[in-house]
């Protein structure tokens, strides 16, 4: 370590979720989570199948709120927020890349790049010339005008992975992105993403079960039985 003071950027306290199972019971999946993120800082959560990582990275996403605890990011008690001020909170401040990539089937690489800043109604010509400029960083220029479809599975995360920072978000949020793709294109699009969350010192959180991958981040949470262990 430099000595330099690291600025947290979340910071999950506490935080419980149970999912209802009938009228009567109900499912604990996560059991009291503490973890603090810090600017920068790449996180790998790692843990057996079920164990509750995707619900976890959904709640720090706030894609999901908790049954109890909470999560602050950059200061904000975020789930204090209502839900469109929160949506609003969500698109500017967190990127997010899915183990399927969610690409729309009828709109280009270039504009499901924008597509983030689009709904974050920033000015036209500014979000297609930064979209265009992220498919170059993640050497898909030349793909631009091709539907996903069109592109294979590696090509798709990667436009998956420019997505996620169209609006320069602070906190990066990754469920599996390779989870779906053949030894060549995963470790591609690992080498790219740490590359780039390095050279944009983003917050960047990954779910995974490679062990390999793992051990590149900075901090590793493992789950056990819906704690960190």
Known sequence: MNGKKKNSVLIAEDVFKNYPMGKSSEVKVLKGINLTLHQ????????????GKSTLLHLLGTLDRPTR??????????FQLQETTLSEFRNQTIGFI???????PDFSALENVAMPGLIARKELSEIYQKAGSLLEEVGLKE????????????????VAF????????????????????????????????????RKKNKTFVLVTHNKELADRADQVIELRDGRVK
């Open 98 to 104: 899915f183990q399927f990539h969610h690409l729309l």
């Open 69 to 78: 605890g909470k999560i602050w990011i950059h200061s904000q008690d975020v």
């Open 162 to 197: 420019a997505r996620s920072l169209i609006n320069d978000p602070d906190i990066i949020l990754a469920d599996e992105p390779s989870g779906n793709l053949d030894l060549i294109n995963s470790q591609t699009l690992h080498d790219l993403m740490w590359d780039l969350v």
């Open 143 to 158: 793909r631009s005008g091709h539907k996903p479809r069109e592109m294979s599975g590696g090509e798709q995360q990667r």
């Open 40 to 51: 920068g800082e790449i996180t790998a959560v790692i843990g057996p199948s079920g164990v």
